[in-house]
């Protein structure tokens, strides 16, 4: 049976719908790149709720941060390369500092952007948002999530991070499964090896799990949609009857993912860790599968990663 693809920043459109039609303080802002990001979904349904600013991200973060102030549940809305990078001093200041209930979607995360290449090609925006005190970082794994995290974002106060890739991936929660900000999904069970994975990876942990369970060994795949806060229970629990930690990220290893557990286990219980991701360096032109290859995010590497950090584990 064929896996449904959808790009996971359809599931934000569907969800700005959705908070629109419940809730009449959401407001969306855009950076003239509303098609792109979805949130043109909801300019057409809402159009006196939507305001597009122009490529002038600093710009519209401000706007966020005082519409926040007169009541309103603003989503700030661009590529997330530009949001995180160009708005970092408005975020920062403005936004975080004052506690205010701004929530920003960084779409087109990652590598997987391809051809665009290294300009649009969010490879820091995790670790720059995670570094922000007050602020919470989700990155969900399909559409299906990122609609449930959309619509969680406005439920909380303060700000929030989403980021959402743009290309089609798979689908495969479902609308009944449980999804809650800073509760991490366990997706398989296992007592060899943990894989704990966020965004569109998770899939490839999930092919990798199999992998590994032909070979004989048991996998533990979570799926870590909030990277703040953690859930560090069940990191805790996993490095307790595991042993070993193999993280997985479309993000550079410093400062997304790998470190947030890493910083965790080192604390509390350190065991062996292996961090797929991207290994400082910037990204470049070409598809996204040619990418996930040649910069290690597949499946394969996620097996050959738990091999390795079985052997740690063993010394």
């Known amino acids: 049976m064929s896996i449904k693809m959808l790009p996971n920043r359809d599931g934000y459109g569907h969800g700005l719908i959705e908070l629109g039609a419940t809730n009449s303080e959401v407001v969306v802002l855009d950076a003239d790149l509303a098609k792109s990001t979805r949130s043109d979904w909801f300019a057409d349904k809402f159009p006196e709720r939507f305001f597009d600013l122009g490529i002038a991200e600093q710009d519209m973060l401000g706007t966020a941060a005082g519409l926040s102030l007169g ?3 603003p989503f700030a809305t661009t590529y997330g390369v530009f949001v995180t990078g160009r708005a970092w001093d408005q975020i920062r200041t403005t936004i975080c500092y004052s506690e205010l209930n701004v929530k920003i979607a960084g779409a087109h995360g990652g590598i997987s952007v391809g051809p665009d290449g290294a300009t649009h090609q969010a490879l820091e925006d995790i670790a720059l948002m995670r570094v922000l005190p007050h602020m919470q970082v989700m990155v969900p794994c399909d559409a299906v999530e990122a609609k449930k995290a959309t619509i969680a974002a406005a439920s909380v106060k303060g700000p929030c991070y989403l980021r959402f890739a743009r ?5 495969f929660t479902e609308e009944r499964d449980f999804f809650e900000i800073g509760k991490a999904n366990v997706l398989k069970e296992g007592m060899d090896v943990t894989i704990i994975a966020c965004g569109p990876i998770v899939y490839e942990a999930l092919l990798a799990n199999e992998q ?5 060994i048991s996998a533990r795949v979570i799926n ?3 990277i703040k806060p953690l859930d560090e229970a ?3 629990q996993a490095a307790e ?6 993280t997985a990220e479309e993000h550079q290893v410093a400062g997304g993912l790998g470190s947030a557990v890493s910083e965790v286990l080192v604390k509390n219980k350190p065991v062996p860790v292996e961090m797929i991701g991207i290994q400082d360096t910037f990204g470049e032109s070409g598809t996204p599968e040619e990418l996930a290859v040649k910069y290690h995010l597949v499946a394969n590497d996620i097996v050959l990663a738990a091999q390795k950090v ?5 010394k």
């Open 71 to 73: 009541g309103k549940i």
């Open 167 to 171: 290309e089609a991936t798979p689908v």
């Open 212 to 216: 590994l369970a032909a070979m004989g």
């Open 224 to 226: 870590m949609h909030t």
């Open 234 to 236: 069940v990191v805790l």
């Open 241 to 246: 009857e595991t042993k070993a930690i193999v």
């Open 310 to 314: 079985l052997a740690r584990k063993s």
